[in-house]
């Protein structure tokens, strides 16, 4: 690994797994916490259409993947609160239509399409320099939401009906929440690609859920095992020539098997290594 460092692509992959571990860490706690990774996936995929979008009026596309995502964020946020018998299927349904107007606007466009396949796929050997100025005011922009609604966040995440009778706004902090997670998602496209991002997003967090209570130790474990994770996939698939989004979910949820495994063999045992998510 130190022997490909000495090229500027692998530098800026390296940083763009950190600085998007970061994010992932830190909202894919609130995801999985919360039991949003249905509707994770949905702003993720629906991102698609953004890309189309983007390519069609010739703007930059991870911008557009970013505004569609939340707008389809906020979409799906207001099914999910106002409609929960019925979410699921309209959010699949918002979920392919995003997907199908990014697949309709770039049939549209004319001319070559170039590089498609990496916002589907990942392409974090592709990162510039420039995007990852664009990530770190990203994790800056999520480490203050999480810092000033902190209280508001735990509050909804396990007491809903708590947090209403104490009069929090919670379905504006839950909407900003969904706008988070649609920001984690566009800084993510260049690492692993839509295809896969809910798995960076959810398995560091699922992993530290397991043996850890609280919440901010939950996302800080998530956020170090993102970094892990990222930096392994991207060494194996420097040495074995391997695409580099794939190697590092593969990594990931290997990692998440073992732990499983690990975790249901404690309790079996009689030794259950975390107990309900507390502060």
Not at 57 to 75: D, H, K, T
Not at 88 to 117: C, Q
Not at 146 to 169: G, H, Q
Not at 183 to 196: C, R, S
Request: hydrophobic share 60%.
């Amino acid at each position: 690994m130190l022997e490909a460092l000495q090229f500027d692509f692998m530098r800026n992959a390296l940083l763009a797994g950190v600085l998007v571990s970061i994010s992932c860490g830190i909202i894919g706690t609130l995801v999985v916490v919360n039991r949003i990774v249905f509707i994770s996936g949905g702003i993720a995929h629906a991102a698609y259409g953004g890309i189309g979008i983007s390519y069609f009026f010739r703007f930059n596309p991870v911008l557009g993947a970013i505004l569609f995502s939340i707008f389809s964020a906020m979409g799906m946020g207001m099914l999910q609160r106002r409609l929960r018998e019925r979410a699921d299927t309209l959010i699949g349904v918002m979920w392919a239509m995003g997907m199908a107007i990014g697949i309709i606007f770039i049939d549209l466009t004319p001319g070559y399409k170039a590089d498609l396949m990496s916002y589907l796929f990942g392409s974090i050997l592709a990162v510039p320099s420039a995007d990852l100025w664009g990530m770190l005011l990203i994790d800056g922009l999520i480490l203050g939401f999480v810092i000033i609604f902190y209280k508001e966040l735990l509050a909804i995440s396990f007491d809903e009906t708590f947090a209403t009778i104490r009069n929090l706004p919670v379905e504006l902090i839950y909407l900003l929440l969904m706008a988070a997670i649609a920001l984690t998602v566009g800084m993510m496209m260049k690492v692993v690609g839509l295809i896969m991002v809910i798995a960076l997003l959810t398995i560091p967090a699922a992993i530290s859920s397991q043996w850890i209570k609280d919440m901010r130790k939950i996302m800080a474990v998530a956020s170090l095992l993102g970094i892990i994770f990222t930096t392994t996939g991207l060494w194996l698939s420097y040495c074995l020539n391997l695409t580099s989004g794939a190697t590092i979910i593969l990594v990931a949820g290997m990692a998440y098997f073992v732990s499983f495994l690990i975790s249901r063999g404690m309790k079996l045992l009689g030794l259950n290594p975390s107990q309900k998510l507390i502060s």
